[in-house]
């Protein structure tokens, strides 16, 4: 069975500084990735999204980044935080279908708190 | 482009007892899938249900079922027999054939009292 995993689960950083957020997926190949944002009591805005190795389409223009190195691995970056990251980023993935069926499950997310 | 609307900031229902959960959407694509999503306090999104457009049957999953009506585009969850674990922010979302990822909508907060 497929399984997603995301660290760290909580993360409290200075406005400023770097961030790096993983995600991993075991269990199936080539999948689509994707990193959504939610602020507190807010619905999810989609950031990110790959295809495939090295190919991200950014949603949003945003002092974020986003990386997959690996066929299974999705990072989230940023080189200076703002106070506006601060949220709970969720890394989901889907198997390729190409079709409106393609469903994404989601991992157990990440809270950011910038101070 | 792609829109879901769920009206109801929060819903209350008691256990045991039936909810039904509104969701509208709007596009213009011909084949598109809607989905819904359990958000837990603990903040992951548990998938629920599927329904695709050119389904004929609504689709059901357990205690969880879609009341679909395309003409009025839409797509409300009903979940039966209601229990205090199912106390949760649930979202609404939809794919159009033309496009590479979900819209969500912006929730429902449902609390299931004793």
């Known amino acids: 069975s497929q399984t997603i995993h995301q660290w760290p689960a909580t993360l409290v950083q200075p406005v400023g500084s770097p961030l790096s957020l993983e995600c991993t997926v075991e269990?199936?190949?080539?999948?689509?990735l994707y990193w959504y944002r939610q602020a507190a009591g807010r619905g999810l805005q989609l950031l990110f999204y790959?295809?495939?190795?090295?190919?991200i389409s950014s949603e949003v223009p945003q002092n974020l980044s986003a990386s997959r190195p690996q066929d299974r691995q999705f990072i989230l970056s940023s080189k200076k935080l703002l106070l506006s990251d601060s949220g709970f980023y969720l890394c989901?993935?889907?198997?390729?279908?190409?079709?409106?069926?393609?469903?994404?499950?989601f991992g157990p997310g990440t809270r950011l708190l910038v101070l | 482009a792609q829109k879901i609307t769920q009206t109801q900031p929060g819903m209350f229902v008691q256990e045991k007892e039936a909810v039904t959960l509104d969701c509208t959407y709007d596009?213009?694509?011909?084949?598109?899938?809607l989905f819904w999503y359990k958000q837990p306090s603990s903040g992951e999104m548990i998938f629920l249900i599927y329904?695709?457009?050119?389904?004929?049957q609504n689709a059901t999953e357990g205690r969880y079922s879609l009341n679909f009506q395309k003409a009025r585009k839409s797509a409300n969850l009903v979940i039966s027999a209601s229990q205090l674990g199912d106390s949760a922010m649930y979202f609404c979302?939809?794919?159009?054939?033309?496009?590479?990822?979900?819209?969500f909508g912006k929730g429902t907060m449902l609390l299931v009292s004793p």
């Open positions: 596009t213009s694509d011909q084949s598109y899938g």
């Open positions: 269990g199936t190949s080539n999948p689509n």
């Open positions: 329904q695709g457009s050119y389904d004929e």
């Open positions: 979302a939809m794919r159009g054939s033309g496009y590479s990822t979900l819209t």
């Open positions: 989901a993935w889907s198997v390729h279908s190409g079709g409106s069926q393609e469903t994404q499950y």
């Open positions: 790959s295809v495939g190795i090295g190919q």
